[in-house]
């Protein structure tokens, strides 16, 4: 009986330690719940961050665009001031909220006492080395930031390549569900760009120039992802003509824009798109005589470019509408706009703010 008796409690003794046992690697998350964890990022480096990630900054646009899509109240800065057009469909409560903190983009003005200032739990690196940013560069920001990890994420600035880059910061971010809507929202323009472009024939695709800058005498080569909507939705970018590749700003002078005589002009720059048609220098442009000259919507993020990242994905059907009115006619982008905005930039549009959207940057009301 003896025995027995003492079978049994080793029996029970073992069952308590299985328990136990499985409840700990059962759940994992409560463990860590208050603690920190340990994540590889996009460049297969292992960084310690807190378990939640409730204040995050980022050292770009591309990145700082991507997170205020997918969880603005946990960004704590920004690159650079918003102006009041781009502020125009902000939300309230997000209006005032962010200090600029800078960047190291364009104008380099990146401030590491700003950042850290700004009391974030980890700061969000973009790796693209075509803009010069590479490991190096993120290991030099974390050994100016200390203790304060730096998380560096690649593919940001290429729409056909951003889903892996809004994947990781939606799991990093907690944001799941956001960042999967924000998936398929741009596969499902892509899907239809990319089918629909396949079928142009060369001979009717249209040819296009980017007026970037106030003066519109600068642009891009298809290299280059600052341009990259034009030959994605079955454009043919005139640069290409006679510059190849080239992932830099070009100079151009309106005499070599007159040699292309594009069928369609794309501006991000509104001094540029406000006077073209009062200008004399392009008057005999074709784009300009045909009023096909057409201007990015800029609110809070433009559209086709400055910066090329998640904001440029409703720029993709948009720029179809723009080159291609007919062949794009299933879209409807007065409902691609509410969708976007409402989930995204967390604004919900009336049909009558998104025609004036649309119709603001040249669309016709009989091409939404």
């Not at 646009?61 to 991507?66: F, K, S």
């Not at 973009?126 to 290991?139: N, P, R, T």
């Not at 086709?304 to 440029?312: C, E, K, L, M, V």
Request: some cysteine; glycine content about 6%; proline content about 4%.
């Amino acid at each position: 009986m003896e025995k027995k008796t003492k079978i049994i409690l080793l029996v029970l003794i073992a069952l308590i330690a299985c328990g136990l046992a499985v409840s700990l690697f059962a759940s994992p998350s409560s463990i860590g719940s208050s603690g920190n964890q340990t994540i590889t990022d996009m460049a297969n480096r292992t960084v310690n961050i807190t378990s939640d990630v409730d204040r995050v900054v980022a050292t770009s646009p591309p990145m700082t665009t991507i997170m205020y899509m997918l969880a603005p109240e946990k960004l704590v800065g920004v690159n650079f001031q918003w102006t009041d057009e781009e502020l125009r469909y902000v939300p309230n409560q997000y209006k005032e909220k962010f200090p600029v903190v800078g960047g190291w983009f364009g104008s380099q003005d990146g401030n590491y006492e700003e950042f850290i200032a700004s009391e974030p739990d980890l700061v969000v690196e973009g790796i693209d080395e075509g803009m010069g940013v590479d490991l190096s560069v993120v290991a030099e920001r974390q050994e100016k930031f200390g203790s304060l990890p730096v998380v560096a994420v690649t593919d940001n600035t290429n729409v056909t390549r951003i889903d892996n880059t809004i994947e990781f910061l939606g799991k990093l971010l907690q944001s799941e569900d956001k960042a999967n809507q924000l998936i398929n929202f741009n596969d499902k323009y892509l899907d239809e760009v990319q089918s629909t472009a396949s079928t142009i024939p060369e001979s009717e695709r249209k040819t296009v120039y980017y007026a970037s800058g106030e003066d519109g005498l600068s642009t891009y080569a298809s290299g280059a992802s600052h341009g990259q909507l034009i030959s994605l939705v079955g454009g043919k970018n005139v640069a290409d003509t006679e510059i190849q590749d080239s992932g830099s700003e070009l100079s151009v002078s309106i005499e070599q824009i007159m040699k292309w005589n594009p069928d369609v002009i794309i501006a991000t720059d509104e001094d540029f798109y406000n006077k073209v048609y009062t200008d004399s220098k392009w008057a005999n442009v074709k784009a300009v005589k045909d009023h096909q000259v057409y201007i990015s919507p800029q609110s809070p993020f433009k559209w086709f470019d400055r910066p090329p990242g998640a904001n440029i994905i409703i720029g993709v059907p948009w720029t179809a509408k723009v080159i291609y009115p007919d062949k794009y006619s299933n879209i409807n982008m007065v409902d691609a706009t509410k969708e976007f905005y409402s989930n995204f930039y967390h604004y919900d549009l009336s049909d009558d703010e998104a025609r004036d959207i649309l119709t603001s940057s040249g669309l016709k009301e009989s091409d939404l």
